[in-house]
């Protein structure tokens, strides 16, 4: 039977998050209308800068993923809120939101003595008391964007919001932006980079992971992402069990029926489970059968189970500077012949996958992915 929280729990945790977002700002979600969105963040009351603070208001959960997309190491906030006496319906693939959810994603880096920004896993020195409830430190962090997804009656909208360099505010930017940023490892060593940050029609290409529908749909907050145990003010519980018992969730069935994607470093788990995981959130929003890539006949969404339509072995639709004049998107054993190891690996706009979201190649997923194809038997003689 699966665990429910307690009242008390329940009670604290919510009451944590009502706090965090009323201590200065005493203004509700509000929920603008689809013509006539401000052109400031603070006007929606999801996600404010409030005394040195990013807070969360009453009602706005975050949440995180098993294995989140790579956007130029930045760290990542993300919330949920959904109208009072709302909520959304359980699928396995998707969930069905109900008119008025909001999402966003806040995209920052912790902050080096210096000013530059730091390329680090470690997320304990971004929150004020140590978790995301508690609100984003910005005497510590530095703020680059806050992307929502907002649900009408007649679909979905996507509006990108940039940071002011004070971080007092962040303002509509259809248009999209770009930011100069020196980037600093743990090991001393730095590069320079332009994180770019999407205009409206880039938020779409990616969010219409149906090419035919070309409607946009949340990528991240579906159940194989979001199974995972989450640290709340009162403690460690499944992100789906809470929504649940927030009453943000119907129709979740139990825990071992619910599809999981893994945690791309979890050493425990398999590569294969790793590097699937990994290409799902990454690629396979617009590598599957609906998607913009379906032409490709290259399936690297989680429930694709045909080795060929995977890549194994399968040679390119079109040639040119994308293949980088390899034969075969996997060649087992060989991840240095394998196309998909060196769109990953390139930085080139002509050749690099995914094609947006990124300027910098993920070192760690990259790796990733050449042990996985090295440990593959076989050959495509």
Avoid at 159 to 187: H, M
Avoid at 233 to 258: F, H
Avoid at 312 to 320: E, L, M, S, W
């Amino acid at each position: 039977m699966r665990k429910l929280l307690s009242p008390r729990w329940l009670g604290g945790a919510v009451l944590t998050l009502t706090l965090a977002g009323c201590g200065a700002s005493r203004e509700p979600v509000t929920l603008h209308e689809k013509n006539t969105v401000p052109d400031n963040l603070s006007q929606w009351h999801v996600v404010e800068a409030l005394d040195g603070k990013l807070v969360l208001n009453e009602r706005v959960t975050p949440y995180d993923l098993n294995t989140a997309l790579f956007t130029d190491y930045a760290h990542k906030l993300r919330t949920v809120w959904m109208p009072e006496g709302t909520s959304a319906g359980y699928g396995d693939d998707d969930f069905d939101y109900p008119v008025g959810t909001i999402i966003s994603k806040t995209f920052y880096y912790p902050l080096a003595d210096d000013g530059s920004v730091l390329r680090t896993d470690d997320y304990s020195h971004d929150f004020v008391q140590g978790h995301p409830g508690s609100g984003l430190n910005l005497n510590k962090v530095k703020l680059i964007e806050t992307r929502m997804l907002v649900k009408r009656a007649d679909g979905w909208q996507a509006l990108p919001y940039v940071w002011n360099d004070a971080q007092t505010d962040a303002v509509l930017e259809i248009a999209g932006d770009a930011k100069r940023l020196q980037l600093v490892s743990e090991n001393g060593s730095n590069e320079t980079f332009t994180y770019v940050v999407p205009d409206f029609n880039q938020c779409a290409g990616c969010h219409a992971d149906n090419h035919s529908q070309k409607a946009v749909r949340p990528i991240g907050p579906r159940a194989r992402h979001l199974n995972k145990q989450y640290s709340y003010e009162g403690g460690s519980e499944n992100q789906l069990v809470y929504w649940q018992q927030v009453g943000y969730l119907t129709g979740l069935p139990e825990l071992e029926g619910v599809p999981h994607n893994v945690n791309f470093k979890d050493a425990s788990a398999s590569l294969e489970e790793r590097a699937r995981s990994y290409l799902d959130i990454n690629c396979g929003h617009c590598h599957n059968p609906n998607g913009p890539a379906d032409t490709s006949g290259l399936m690297l969404y989680g429930a694709e189970r045909d080795m060929r339509k995977l890549g194994v072995c399968k040679p390119p639709v079109a040639a040119g500077t994308g293949s980088g004049d390899r034969l075969f998107a996997i060649v087992p054993g060989s991840p240095d012949e394998s196309i998909l190891n060196f769109r990953v690996e390139s930085t080139d706009p002509g050749a690099m996958m995914p094609e947006l979201g990124r300027s910098l190649a993920h070192e760690e997923g990259t790796e990733l992915l050449k042990a996985w194809i090295a440990s593959m038997p076989g050959n495509c003689s």
